[in-house]
């Protein structure tokens, strides 16, 4: 039998009663802190940074210093994995990414090379072991990874796109061929984060930036499957033998919650679009929530961050299984000072809210 675990935020991934909602946020490490920017600015460009374990493991304990966080998430990139995969991945300045040659004919996905983490991806491997030390167990350590259909879009559209011309294209005319590149992705997906866990990840949280662009029916065929695919392949005890819970944080797909259930992950991350109180109620306690404070909210007075605070613990109610965080990253532009309001309220409102019930 698997101990319980100590850290707050680890209970509440396995809706363990705990003493406070823990809190931690997407893009939490970034560019809105100014010691990131120092950083970023040592490193020359992001994907260096990105690539140099001393560098990305200080980043990722940068926002542990200054707020009072219970999880740290590994400070990487979802897009190395289509770079492990062969393709050639670029910033350019002020854009967004640019990964090439494209893929979109059936014999573009005989370029994707076969990865093994520990070498192709051995720089994100070894910055987990060096965050995993430097956290000293007192903070749970996420890993995380893009998910295969956030992935293939980047791959198939060449970056970032507001119309999917081309991977819609390719799910409506060559389905066959995007599962193939699906399970591909997958398959390299899974070996990523099981290494991640072998290197000592406590959680690990896959993102489906894109899910939300897919009708309700292509979103089950084409993006969950892809996860479950990767979740039945993740071995679930990490090193020292404790359940590693999987987030599953689909953008967008607030109306498949009972889908997503499906997928065997333990915690559902929502964006701010879905009410918390209904998605605990259609879900019965069947998962952890993680979400979702609109991250707006953060470029309002500090009273009235304060009150969407209570709002939405009061909307989850006294119940186990809930992760503050925001529905999406934190923005360039926000004031860090907002965040330590943020994380004053969770605390002492989830604290007045969880002794009222057990009294």
């Not at 000592?200 to 065929?221: C, H, K, M, N, S």
Request: charged share 20%; with cysteine; glycine share 8%.
């Amino acid at each position: 039998m698997p101990t319980e675990p100590a850290h707050r935020f680890l209970r509440a991934c396995q809706r363990l009663t705990v003493d406070q909602t823990p809190i931690w946020l997407m893009r939490q490490a970034g560019r809105y802190l100014p010691e990131y920017l120092k950083v970023r600015q040592q490193a020359g460009d992001f994907l260096t940074l990105c690539k140099t374990p001393d560098l990305a493991t200080e980043v990722t304990l940068q926002p542990l210093r200054r707020f009072d966080l219970d999880a740290a998430i590994l400070f990487s990139d979802i897009l190395v994995v289509p770079e492990a995969m062969g393709m050639h991945l670029s910033f350019g300045q002020g854009e967004g990414p640019i990964l090439e040659p494209v893929l979109r004919r059936a014999a573009d996905l005989q370029r994707l090379t076969p990865v093994e983490p520990e070498e192709q991806l051995g720089y994100v491997l070894q910055a987990v072991s060096q965050i995993r030390s430097a956290l000293n167990e007192k903070t749970p350590l996420i890993g995380f990874s893009g998910s295969p259909w956030t992935l293939a879009t980047y791959m198939v559209e060449g970056g970032s796109s507001k119309t999917f011309r081309y991977i819609k294209g390719m799910l409506f005319d060559q389905p066959q061929l995007l599962q193939q590149l699906l399970d591909r992705i997958s398959d390299v997906v899974a070996d990523y984060l099981n290494a991640q866990i072998a290197h000592g990840v406590q959680a690990v949280q896959i993102f489906d930036t894109w899910g939300g662009v897919l009708g309700p029916r292509e979103f089950v065929e084409f993006s969950l499957r892809s996860m479950q695919r990767v979740i039945q392949k993740l071995h679930r005890s990490g090193k020292e033998g404790q359940q590693v819970p999987v987030i599953l944080f689909a953008k967008g797909c607030g109306s498949q919650l009972e889908a997503i259930l499906e997928s065997g992950c333990e915690v559902i991350g929502l964006d701010w679009s879905t009410d918390l109180g209904m998605a605990r109620q259609r879900l019965a306690g069947r998962a952890a929530l993680q979400g979702n404070l609109d991250p707006a909210a953060l470029y309002a007075s500090p009273e009235r961050l304060r009150e969407q605070v209570r709002r939405l613990l009061h909307a989850y109610g006294p119940h186990p299984g809930h992760i503050f965080n925001l529905g999406h990253g934190m923005a360039p532009d926000m004031d860090p000072q907002q965040v330590v309001t943020l994380v004053e309220s969770v605390r002492t409102e989830s604290r007045l809210l969880l002794q009222q019930t057990h009294h």
